[in-house]
Nanobody, 123 residues
Framework: QVQLVESGGGLVQAGGSLRLSCAAS????????MGWFRQAPGKEREFVAN????????YYADSVKGRFTVSRDNAKNTMYLQMNDLKPEDTAVYYC????????????????WGQGTQVTVSS
């Protein structure tokens, strides 16, 4: 069992920054891959970024590449998403996901999910 808790969401003006955190517990942090997804009202949940347990090998959606950075601190069992130059279209609920073996961009392949944290970007 892996438990995930997101935090750090909020309201920010376009061009601003936020850092999201995802705290993991229940199992050795390095055992599973982790990723970030987001879902806006009326839209499908979409991939944002992922990272391997080693913190090497990251992947980003084209819509956020160059603006967002995913990282992890294994000592704290925490994954982060640094979001810079935020745009109104980034507004969504952001979710942390983890799996024992999968580390791709398909949300259907991840077993564990956090409760989500709201990010709202004003124009």
């Amino acid at each position: 069992q892996v438990q995930l808790v997101e935090s750090g969401g909020g309201l920010v003006q376009a061009g601003g920054s936020l850092r999201l955190s995802c705290a993991a517990s229940g199992r050795t942090f390095s055992t599973y891959g982790m990723g970030w997804f987001r879902q806006a009202p009326g839209k499908e949940r979409e991939f944002v970024a992922n990272i391997r347990w080693s913190a090497l090998g990251t992947y980003y959606a084209d819509s956020v590449k160059g603006r967002f950075t995913v990282s992890r601190d294994n000592a704290k069992n925490t994954m982060y998403l640094q979001m810079n130059d935020l745009k109104p279209e980034d507004t969504a609920v952001y979710y942390c996901a983890a799996d024992y073996s999968y580390n791709g961009n398909d949300p259907r392949r991840y077993l564990y999910w956090g409760q989500g944290t709201q990010v709202t970007v004003s124009s």
